[in-house]
C-alpha cells in the first residue's frame, strides 16, 4: 500500500538513501524538503525528473547537520514554504572503516558529532512541529545492530542513533507521532563507495556476512516500510536473516561471525589467536 505522503523534509536529501527516498516521493506527487550542504547538477537534475514525473515539487535548504541552528533555520523554513511535514527522515550521515589503533580522536568525535548528534538536532528541530499521525525516521544502520571489525567509530555512533530513536519511541508513541529506525545493511551509495577506497580491508570483507542492496533494492525496501507505519526498518533478506540470529540467538551469531573474522585476518596476514 502506497502512503500519500504530503510533504516530506529529508536530511541528508541530495546524495545516497536520502536522495533515492525523495525521489520515490516525488514520483507519488510530493513535496520534498531537501536538507544538504550542496546539490550538484546531476542530482538536482534527478530530482527534477522525479518531480516532473509525479507532479511534485523540490526545494534545497543548505543545511549543516553538525549546527543546531543551521538545521532549526533550514526545518522552520521548509515548514514556512510548504506547510506542515507529515514525515521528517534524517539521512545525513558520513562512514568510516578504520581499526581502532589507527583512527584519531578527531575523527571518532567527527562522527559522532555528524551522525548521532547531528540526527538530535533534527529531532529536536522538527518534533515541535509534528502532530498527531506523523512520522519521523532515522537512517541508522546495521552497524547499529551488530556493528564491525573497524567500526569503533562508525558503529558507537549509530548504535547511538537505534538508542535515540527507541527512546523517542518511548516519549512519543502515546502522542501519536510515530517513529521509524531504519537499519539497512551496506547500500552501494557515494559514501559507501568513498569507504572502499581507504576502508578497513577486514571491515570492508566482514560486511559480506549482512549483504549489499544496491540503492534502488534499499529505497524501495525503506520506502514500503514507511508506508506500511513499521517501527524497525531492515530492507533486504539478509540483512534481516542477521539482525534475528543477533538478538535472538546471539552465541551462535557471534561464533560465526568470529570464525569468518579469524579467517578474513588471517587472510589478510593479521595475528589471530
Not at 2 to 29: C, D, M, P, V, Y
Not at 112 to 135: C, E, K, M, T, W
Amino acid at each position: 500500500m502506497k502512503k500519500n505522503w504530503q510533504h516530506a523534509i529529508i536530511s541528508g536529501g541530495a546524495s545516497g538513501l536520502g536522495q533515492g527516498i525523495g525521489e520515490r516521493l516525488l514520483t507519488r506527487g510530493a513535496t520534498v524538503s531537501v536538507l544538504d550542504l550542496v546539490v550538484n547538477p546531476e542530482r538536482g537534475a534527478a530530482l527534477d525528473a522525479a518531480a516532473a514525473a509525479g507532479n511534485g515539487k523540490w526545494r534545497f535548504f543548505k543545511t549543516d547537520i553538525t549546527d543546531d541552528a543551521s538545521v532549526k533555520a533550514s526545518i522552520d523554513a521548509a515548514i514556512a514554504a510548504h506547510g506542515k511535514a507529515d514525515l521528517g527522515l534524517n539521512s545525513a550521515g558520513i562512514g568510516l572503516a578504520r581499526a581502532f589503533a589507527d583512527m584519531p580522536s578527531t575523527a571518532f568525535k567527527n562522527m559522532i558529532d555528524v551522525n548521532l548528534i547531528g540526527s538530535y538536532h533534527f529531532a529536536a528541530a522538527l518534533i515541535p512541529h509534528l502532530r498527531q499521525g506523523d512520522r519521523l525516521a532515522f537512517v541508522a544502520s546495521m552497524a547499529g545492530i551488530t556493528s564491525n571489525y573497524g567500526y569503533t567509530a562508525y558503529g558507537t555512533s549509530k548504535f547511538g542513533v537505534v538508542g535515540l530513536a527507541t527512546s523517542l519511541r518511548y516519549e512519543y508513541e502515546p502522542l501519536g507521532i510515530h517513529m521509524s529506525c531504519i537499519c539497512p545493511p551496506e547500500v552501494m551509495t557515494p559514501l559507501v563507495e568513498a569507504e572502499y577506497k581507504g576502508g578497513d580491508r577486514v571491515c570492508l570483507e566482514l560486511k559480506n556476512v549482512a549483504g549489499r542492496l544496491t540503492l534502488d533494492q534499499a529505497c524501495d525496501g525503506i520506502v514500503a516500510g514507511l508506508d506500511k507505519g513499521n517501527w524497525m526498518i531492515i530492507p533486504g533478506f539478509k540483512a534481516k536473516a542477521t539482525a534475528f540470529m543477533a538478538h535472538r540467538m546471539p552465541g551462535l551469531f557471534n561464533a560465526v561471525t568470529f570464525s569468518v573474522l579469524r579467517k578474513i585476518m588471517r587472510k589478510h596476514g593479521l595475528p589471530v589467536v
